[in-house]
Every structure is written in C-alpha cells, then in structure tokens.
C-alpha cells in the first residue's frame, strides 16, 4: 500500500490513477490551505511569479486580474491558468532553475516581479533571485497549514507494515511526516518503506533523517506523470 500525503483534491486525484493500475493507496493529507482575503493592486508592467495550483485557486478569488503578465512553474499550473482564462503566459518553467535561468536573460532581468507564494516558500528559489540581484516583491496570498496529527487508520498500519511506500510531492509534507513519526514514537517503521519524491530538494529531508538512498526514489520530471510511471516502474 502506498501513503500518499498531498492536499485532500490532489491526493484523490493521484489515488484514482494509482489504484486504475491495481495499487492500493491510502490519503493522508499533511497540509491544507487558508486562501487569504486581501486587496492587490494589479500592474500591467509587473511580471506575476505563479508556482502552484494554490496560487492559481487564489488569483481566481481575488478576480478582475486575468490581463497579468505571468510566468509560470509547472505544466500543470499553466493548464489551471488557460482554464481560468488567464491568457498573458509569458514563460512556462519546469522548476525554479529553470524559471531562474529565463529571468536571467538580457531581456527579462530588468523586470519587476512579484512573487505569489503562500507563507511557506521555495528557500532556494529566493535566494536564487537575491544571488543573481533580480528585483522582485513577494504578496503572500495563501496559508499552509501544517496537520498535527496522524489519523489512527494511518498509524494502526504502520504498525502493522502494510504501508510499503510514502509519496512526498513538497517538502513540507516530508518534513510534517518524519515530524509526526517522531511525535507518535514510530519513526522505527522507516526500516520498512521506501518513498518516492517529486525532486532532490524533497530527497535531501529524507537524506536528513538517514534514509538510506537507495529507497528513496526520484520522479525524472517535476510533475505527476513522471512520478506515476516511476511508481509503476518499480512496482
């Protein structure tokens, strides 16, 4: 059986894919969303930093913002975007590297931008913009919030080792995970799993907690596809 830890609507998601292949999941969401309620003034001559699907959710709240220069992380959030009819796209990126690499050319890094993020950000990503001097404004337009607690279902086969591996697509959920291992005294159940994760940001907090390497899985693409056939590959 394998643990899938993303928010309820994305987990659900994964989940149907997952058991169409005849793997059995079990959801145990280790974040949820606040959407914040604030006024923003929108600039045409501003660049919008979108990076999840929750800063997408967000913008389609705030409303009357559909003309925004955007550049975008993510396939997905792209797709979420043009559903929402969100029509100025200017650059779509795989990660933050690669949005960082785009932002660094001659044309670009003149841009003022502004970062739509929740209260839990992408560390590396804003010290790659301050490393390479790049002017930008970070709105916080969403909460994560952290669970605090395992459900027993979740803990009672754990236990019993009926969970083989853990899915992480953030490293807030790896971080909540081991947290809570440690807060119910099982961490001793890591012996038994392996964990595929969506990059090597989310490997290191595995690596951190002296996971051996070589159950911990990395997804080849940033995105769920990638993982999926990695899960199918190795099963």
């Not at 309820?8 to 280790?30: F, G, M, R, V, Y």
């Not at 790659?128 to 607690?149: A, E, P, V």
């Not at 799993?193 to 051996?212: D, G, P, T």
């Amino acid at each position: 059986m394998i643990l899938i830890t993303r928010p309820k609507s994305e987990a659900e998601e994964l989940q149907k894919q997952l058991e169409k292949k005849n793997i059995h999941c079990l959801i145990e969401p280790l974040t949820h969303h606040k959407f914040i309620d604030r006024k923003i003034k929108f600039n045409e001559k501003n660049i919008y930093i979108c990076a999840s699907q929750r800063c997408v959710e967000s913008l389609v709240r705030l409303k009357n913002n559909n003309n925004i220069n955007l550049v975008v992380i993510g396939k997905k959030v792209e797709k979420l975007l043009r559903l929402n009819s969100f029509k100025n796209i200017l650059y779509v990126a795989l990660d933050s590297k690669q949005l960082i690499k785009w932002m660094k050319k001659n044309d670009n890094y003149l841009s003022c931008y502004i970062y739509l993020s929740g209260n839990i950000i992408n560390n590396e990503f804003i010290n790659d913009l301050k490393k390479f001097q790049i002017s930008y404004k970070r709105k916080i337009i969403y909460q994560t919030i952290l669970k605090k607690s395992f459900h027993r279902n979740t803990i009672k086969n754990l236990k019993q080792n009926k969970i083989s591996s853990i899915v992480f697509f953030s490293k807030t959920s790896a971080y909540v995970f081991f947290k809570l291992l440690k807060k119910y005294k099982i961490f001793f159940v890591v012996k038994n799993l392996s964990f595929f994760v969506l990059s090597s940001r989310i490997a290191k907090v595995c690596k951190s907690h002296k996971i051996k390497h070589d159950v911990i899985k990395i997804s080849p693409k940033p995105n769920q596809s990638s993982i999926i056939s990695l899960i199918l590959d190795l099963k």
